[in-house]
T-cell receptor, first 112, second 112 residues
């Protein structure tokens, strides 16, 4: 069964810290992996997309890495701010069934 | 460039009724995917349409159906509503399902 797991489920850190969110997937035949942010009661905002042939992508204070062989992706957030508080979801697009498989998300709270 | 729009934003229905949700994709995007999000199950894929054809379908009962029009706008319909259908329904558009997906704000459906 294809699964995407995100650990931890929740994380609370003081403002200014650098932090890492983890995403693991059981099927290495992924086409790409996307990281999203979701604010309470809202839709999803795309943060970064990494193609299976890439190792990492960067956007501002965000850096996402992908290691297909180990079935892992990480989202690194530098110099965290209270506005970064949200739920972060990763989703792997699978070659086999041509759809996104979702993790359950990490709820991030940045304390001022 | 206008984003993905979904209407209505909120709906309250009673068991046994049916409901139709609408999604207008980003201009030029031909792929529209629908997802159901609940606290217990997380995000689950419903179906994907491309150029008016359903290309992929998740594991949902036949009460859930959809269609796509020639202008790429999509609708999803849920018949004979059940309490468990209460959820946030999200649609996403992309140039192609395997590429970056952009989400609408969602429709919050409550079934009483």
């Amino acid at each position: 069964k294809q699964e995407v797991t995100q650990i931890p489920a929740a994380l609370s850190v003081p403002e200014g810290e650098n932090l890492v969110l983890n995403c693991s997937f059981t099927d290495s035949a992924i086409y790409n992996l996307q990281w999203f942010r979701q604010d309470p009661g809202k839709g999803l905002t795309s943060l970064l997309l990494i193609q299976s042939s890439q190792r990492e992508q960067t956007s501002g204070r965000l850096n996402a890495s992908l290691d297909k062989s180990s079935g892992r992706s990480t989202l690194y957030i530098a110099a965290s701010q209270p506005g970064d508080s949200a739920t972060y979801l990763c989703a792997a697009f699978m070659d086999s069934n041509y759809q996104l498989i979702w993790g359950a998300g990490t709820k991030l709270i940045i304390k001022p | 460039k206008a984003g993905v729009t979904q209407t209505p934003r909120y709906l309250i229905k009673t068991r046994g009724q049916q409901v139709t949700l609408s999604c207008s994709p980003i201009s030029g995007h031909r792929s529209v995917s629908w997802y159901q999000q609940t606290p217990g199950q997380g995000l689950q894929f419903l179906f994907e349409y491309f150029s008016e054809t359903q290309r992929n379908k998740g594991n949902f009962p036949g009460r859930f159906s959809g269609r796509q029009f020639s202008n790429s706008r999509s609708e999803m319909n849920v018949s004979t509503l059940e309490l468990g259908d209460s959820a946030l329904y999200l649609c996403a558009s992309s140039l192609e399902a395997s590429l970056e997906q952009f989400f609408g704000p969602g429709t919050r459906l409550t079934v009483l």
